[in-house]
């Protein structure tokens, strides 16, 4: 199957501090790729739709001057989580269609 | 919320025997899909099956999907230790194209 790589797989930084995860599709083009968030022991939630060349569309309740989204190229997307705060603290995982949904190793981020 | 559901939410079996786990949802869907998730790591796609399909087999798993009653159903035959992990449900809605997960269930398989 398809493969989709994220970066870095783990994450630890202050109060207050901005993050950048990235979401590649290795062996195919993408024009759509989707970011989730999960909390300990609970289900995957929708937070935007990224997509090449236009801007992200969020999910109601997510903060887009919070998760910054910038789909730069057919392989890459990034999540930016500026001003993170402990409550920020979650593993994010990312996917892209090929044509169904192939998804990222995820990454955790711990906001101390 | 948007969210299906599943049931059970967690379950515990011995080695070899069978393992149940199902899923409803709300919106209409143009397929559903089954993924696995270990501890802490991402998912694994297991099975795929259309809206116009009512029974799907792959290996030792076989789904069911009921759409009047927006239900599906997942087997794991003769489940093993390393079956343990959280079962996901996710549907692909017709309307918004995005994919919808349920709210998982978590099997631990004991040897």
């Known amino acids: 199957g398809a493969v989709v790589s994220q970066h870095p797989s783990r994450v630890i930084c202050k109060s207050g501090t901005s993050v950048k995860i990235e979401c590649r599709s290795l062996?195919?083009?993408?024009?759509?790729m989707f970011w989730y968030r999960q909390f300990p022991k609970k289900s995957l939630m929708l937070m935007a739709t990224s997509n090449e060349g236009s801007k992200a569309t969020y999910e109601q309740g997510v903060e887009k001057d919070k998760f910054l989204i910038n789909h730069a190229s057919l392989t890459l997307s990034t999540l930016t989580v500026t001003s993170a705060h402990p409550e920020d603290s979650s593993f994010y995982i990312c996917?892209?269609?090929?044509?169904?949904?192939?998804f990222g190793p995820g990454t955790r981020l711990t906001v101390l | 919320s948007q969210q299906g559901e599943e049931d059970p939410q967690a379950l515990s079996i011995q080695e070899g025997e069978n393992a149940t786990m199902n899923c409803s949802y709300k919106?209409?869907?143009?397929?559903l899909q089954w993924y696995r998730q270990n501890s802490g790591r991402g998912l694994v796609h297991l099975i795929l099956i259309r809206s116009n399909e009512r029974e799907k087999h792959s290996g030792r798993l076989r789904v069911t999907l009921d759409t009047s009653k927006k239900s599906s159903s997942l087997l794991i035959t003769a489940s093993r230790a390393a079956d343990t992990a959280s079962y996901f449900c996710?549907?692909?809605?017709?309307?918004?194209?995005?994919?919808?997960f349920g709210t998982g269930t978590r099997l631990q398989v004991f040897p």
């Open positions: 919106t209409s869907i143009n397929n």
């Open positions: 996710a549907t692909d809605d017709y309307n918004t194209d995005k994919l919808i």
């Open positions: 996917s892209a269609r090929y044509p169904e949904q192939f």
């Open positions: 062996d195919f083009q993408a024009t759509t």
